[in-house]
């Protein structure tokens, strides 16, 4: 230890880093590779690709979903590093990792640049005044182009207000699927020029301030995260702002409510690679865990009993998309595999998510059996009711809507940002595109490579439905990626689906006969021989309007027979709907029957007569 100033005390063997990023610009690959290189993994050990996406969601998605820490070696140092999402949806991992931290790697992919979750974690982590160490990644790619990727990070920090330290930032280069990193500018497409990601590690520890703590301070340490333990129970994520803290230890656990309860410590532990390990104590700077608090949740204090002081309590970005969640109302519900079926138990299950996760919001709603949820956005939601599924509920999810505000008495909407990277032949289809969802163009940028960057200042419900249409109209090729905004004035109103839904209109299977009729008026959703009720949505109708369908309707037995009796039906595939692709799909009026197998689609209104009576009332009105 060495004394900084009259007051603190510098812990010169541990430096405390995150890694921040736009989605797949290689945070998690290169936290592998520091691993590979610590020495964290033995010869022939059991190791796959990015190890810190360690949730299925995470490895079927290809993003981190939640922040993780691990810690790697350095002679005698360590450094404890935090893998935050790269998508804005996650904005409350994020900011919950900057405050563990002294400092951030920003990784930028060497060919794509900075993008919108670029500025969404730089924002964060120069508010927090956190100082930057830049990389640039994927140098390798044969479409990279460094010197420019350089200059648009450069001027992201400008229209960011960073004060002049803080564009002060070194810049490294690096390929890290091959594990190699260079301070030396390495020409495009190539290597960097060393072997090993040695001139990283020299960097973070060069750059990156060491934790800093007041010498005879009492405890205090802030709960960040939560995790669970077959064996411990609940355990609460923390960093050591001040003093120590020993296994056993009384210490004063200062509740989100006010209250304060003296606890004992009945496990610490700190993270060493990828495990956690137990240890006596823990010092000021160190992130750790500890057991032994059934309920503690996110923001808590646990300080020194004998003078319990509070640090500030942690606070997220509001939620800007919100959908209702309940139970599956359907005629099939309960017959598709799901054993988690009423109101309680979902109730019980959505308090349990807001304990860790603060980005969330529950409200009730008219019905006892239906909640509001809030969140970021549409992936939020969407991998929570996935979690959901996968915990054997069924639930009935409604179309995602916009949580607005009222700002001098008028209505104003969230908006955001997004980018968009597209082949140059599909620029007019992404302008037209979005000029119908209120989007108004504010950049424009060709590099020369056949490929155009577009920028716009879209309403958030303008992209709920988008990303469907975007691919459809792009075939595939393009790259979209959105980042809230703000709030605005409202936009006035959107063009809805330019397309109807195909509704069953009676109970029973699916058949051959029926659908080969009626894949003439639209695409299927369903493929024969399947359980459709009155009301299902089975299908999308061409035209704009929705129609009712007989899709059970079985052929007549005659005694004629016809030279083409015999012949095949031939029916088209049909187009089956991911959980995210159903919530994009709803109309207004319909929601979306979530089971352990199936996600359909139905009216909120299953009743067909109802249905035409209530249009006929909106007509009128």
């Not at 008219?366 to 949820?373: M, N, Q």
């Amino acid at each position: 230890m060495t004394s900084a100033s009259t007051t603190k005390t510098v812990r010169s063997d541990l430096r405390n880093v995150a890694i921040v990023a736009h989605v797949d610009h290689g945070k998690t690959t290169l936290v592998d590779a520091m691993l590979w290189q610590s020495g964290a993994f033995r010869e022939g050990s059991l190791h796959t690709d990015r190890v810190m996406d360690s949730n299925d969601l995470e490895r079927e998605k290809g993003i981190t979903i939640l922040a993780k820490n691990t810690a790697v070696r350095r002679g005698d140092m360590v450094i404890n590093i935090v893998d935050t999402p790269g998508h804005a949806d996650f904005g409350g991992e994020v900011e919950r990792a900057l405050m563990m931290v002294d400092g951030v790697v920003l990784l930028v992919d060497a060919s794509e640049g900075p993008l919108p979750q670029t500025r969404f974690v730089l924002r964060k982590a120069l508010q927090a005044n956190l100082p930057v160490v830049l990389v640039i990644n994927k140098t390798d790619r044969a479409d990279a182009r460094i010197d420019e990727v350089v200059d648009e990070t450069y001027a992201l920090f400008l229209d960011l207000d960073a004060t002049d330290k803080q564009i002060e930032f070194p810049i490294v280069y690096c390929a890290s699927r091959a594990g190699r990193a260079s301070m030396n500018k390495p020409a495009d497409g190539e290597m960097p020029d060393h072997e090993n990601l040695d001139p990283l590690f020299d960097t973070l520890l060069a750059a990156i301030p060491a934790p800093q703590y007041t010498e005879g301070a009492p405890l205090q340490a802030q709960v960040t995260n939560i995790d669970a333990s077959l064996f411990l129970g609940r355990i609460g994520m923390c960093r050591i702002i001040e003093g120590t803290m020993q296994k056993g230890q009384q210490v004063a656990w200062m509740k989100a409510d006010g209250t304060v309860v003296k606890t004992k410590i009945t496990e610490l532990l700190i993270t060493e690679a990828l495990d956690r390990v137990p240890v006596d104590t823990a010092y000021a700077g160190d992130l750790i865990a500890v057991a032994g608090f059934a309920e503690i949740t996110i923001g808590e204090t646990l300080a020194d009993p004998d003078n319990p002081v509070a640090l500030p309590p942690i606070t997220v970005d509001e939620p800007a998309i919100s959908m209702t969640v309940g139970i599956n109302t359907s005629p099939l519900a309960g017959k598709d595999g799901g054993k988690k079926l009423t109101a309680r138990q979902v109730k019980n299950r959505l308090d349990a998510e807001l304990i860790g996760n603060v980005s969330l919001r529950v409200l009730n709603t008219e019905r006892p059996d239906t909640w509001e949820v809030q969140g970021r956005g549409e992936l939020a939601l969407a991998i929570l009711v996935e979690t959901m599924r996968r915990e054997s509920f069924e639930l009935t999810i409604g179309k995602p809507q916009v949580v607005t505000r009222e700002v001098d008495g008028k209505v104003h909407e969230p908006f955001e940002r997004l980018t968009i990277d597209v082949p140059e032949e599909y620029l007019g289809n992404v302008t037209q595109l979005l000029a119908v969802r209120k989007g108004r163009m504010e950049t424009m940028t060709n590099h020369g490579t056949g490929w155009v960057r577009l920028e716009f200042h879209v309403p958030s419900r303008g992209l709920i439905g988008f990303r469907t249409e975007f691919l459809t109209d792009t075939r595939g090729t393009g790259i979209a990626s959105a980042i809230f905004d703000g709030y605005g004035p409202w936009a006035g109103p959107l063009r809805s689906r330019p397309t109807g839904s195909l509704v069953a209109d009676r109970p029973g299977k699916a058949t051959p006969f029926a659908m080969f009729s009626l894949q003439e008026r639209g695409t299927m959703f369903v493929p024969p021989t399947t359980e459709v009720y009155e009301g299902m949505v089975v299908g999308e109708n061409s035209r704009a309007d929705d129609m009712d369908v007989n899709i059970t309707k079985e052929k007549q037995l005659t005694n004629m027979r016809k030279s083409s009796s015999e012949e095949l039906v031939h029916l088209v595939p049909p187009r089956a709907l991911s959980l995210e692709q159903a919530l994009e799909f709803c109309a207004d009026d319909e929601c979306v029957e979530i089971t352990p197998v199936s996600a359909r689609i139905r009216k909120v209104n299953l009743n067909a007569n109802e249905r035409a009576r209530t249009r006929s009332r909106t007509k009128k009105q």
